[in-house]
Structures are given as structure tokens and as C-alpha cells.
């Protein structure tokens, strides 16, 4: 989540507020990466990542769901800087601010409600993620909890749902914490959106 919440905001930066040869190009691609279903690209990122000796690693899963989720969060967060004045960033450079210093301490601030959506939309997609972790882990060792309530079975005589929907349960009450706690900033965003409009 996080990597993708700093590449996603980093990337929205540059294609929103600065001007260069391939700007377009680029975001015709993180357009592309919302239209193009993940399921499509499975055999060849297995056959990759094969190549790369990292399945059953988690770092495949870590490097897959980031860049799924590039696209989306990029998006959200190039909608909220479009409606940001350049007259705070024309302010900051007049204070001999750099481009880091103005994204990290002028803008990030600014655009915590988008952060904080983003971060519930990754979340949430990482946690459900199922095709990807069923393909790329094998073992038990680093199975992720959707592969492992798929699995869930008291015997081979039958399935215990009462303690299926009791696990069901307690790995939903994470995602909805996280809700709960960030459905202001959520809120926010979208009122913000709104407005800017």
C-alpha cells in the first residue's frame, strides 16, 4: 500500500503540474491500466516472474498489486491536484523551495483526504486480492487469508461452516476499521471533487 500510495502520487504530480515530452504518452498508459482487466495479464506475469525466481516469494504478490493499483490511485489523485492553485507552488519556488520539498511539504499536506482514499481503495484491494495469490504462492507459508478461507475445512467428512463464517467475520473487521477511521478524509475527497468541479 504504501508503495503504491508514493509512486501514485509522485506519478499524478508530474503528469498534473509539470510539463514534458512524454507526459501525454504516459497518461494515455495509466489510462490503459484501468481499462485492462488484471486477469488478462496473468500467464505472462507468471512466465516473468517466473523468469525472476520469485514465485512463491512474496515480494511477487507485493510487486504485482502495486502495479494493478498504480493506475486507479494515479487517477484519484490527478483529479484532486487539477483543482489546486499554482499560485502555492509559485509561492514556495519563490522561497527557494525544490520540486521534493514543494510535493512533499506544500502539496502532500494539501491532499491528505486523496491520500487517505487511496489508501482505503489499495487496502482493500490488496486484502481480497485471489487470482494473483493463488497462481503465484504455492506453499503454506506465505498464503494470504482469502487462499486460506477457500481452504477451511474442520475434516474430510464435511465443512464447519459456524467457524467459516466466524473467520469470514474476523478478517472483515480490519477493511471496515480502516473505514471507519478514514471515512472523513473519504468524505472529504469526494466533497472536495465536488467543489473544485
Known amino acids: 500500500m504504501l508503495l503504491t500510495i508514493v509512486v501514485s502520487v509522485m506519478l499524478a504530480y508530474a503528469l498534473t503540474r509539470m510539463r514534458w515530452k512524454?507526459?501525454?504518452k504516459v497518461s494515455k498508459v495509466v489510462t490503459l491500466g484501468i481499462l485492462l482487466p488484471s486477469q488478462i495479464v496473468i500467464v505472462p506475469i507468471f512466465m516473468m516472474l517466473r523468469s525472476m525466481h520469485l514465485i512463491n516469494n512474496p515480494l511477487s504478490l507485493i510487486l504485482t498489486i502495486t502495479a494493478f493499483n498504480i493506475a486507479m490511485s494515479t487517477l484519484m489523485c490527478s483529479s484532486f491536484l487539477s483543482g489546486?492553485?499554482?499560485e502555492m507552488e509559485e509561492a514556495a519556488v519563490m522561497d527557494g523551495a525544490g520540486i521534493f520539498s514543494i510535493l512533499f511539504k506544500v502539496?502532500?499536506?494539501?491532499?491528505k483526504p486523496a491520500i487517505a482514499t487511496?489508501?482505503?481503495?489499495?487496502f482493500i484491494n490488496s486484502w481480497n486480492e485471489f487470482i494473483y495469490s493463488l497462481v503465484l504462492i504455492n506453499g503454506e507459508t506465505y498464503r494470504t487469508l482469502p487462499i486460506a478461507l477457500m481452504n477451511y475445512s474442520s475434516g474430510k467428512y464435511g465443512t464447519d461452516y459456524g467457524g467459516m463464517y466466524a473467520a469470514m467475520v474476523i478478517t472483515s473487521v480490519l477493511p471496515?476499521?480502516?473505514?471507519v477511521f478514514f471515512s472523513n478524509q473519504v468524505e472529504k475527497t469526494f466533497s472536495a471533487g465536488a467543489i473544485l468541479k
Not at 118 to 122: E, G, Y
Not at 176 to 179: D, E, G, K, P, Q
Open 22 to 24: 512524454l507526459s501525454t
Open 176 to 179: 471496515v476499521l480502516l473505514f
Open 118 to 122: 487511496m489508501s482505503i481503495n489499495t
Open 84 to 86: 489546486i492553485p499554482y
Open 107 to 111: 502539496i502532500v499536506p494539501i491532499i
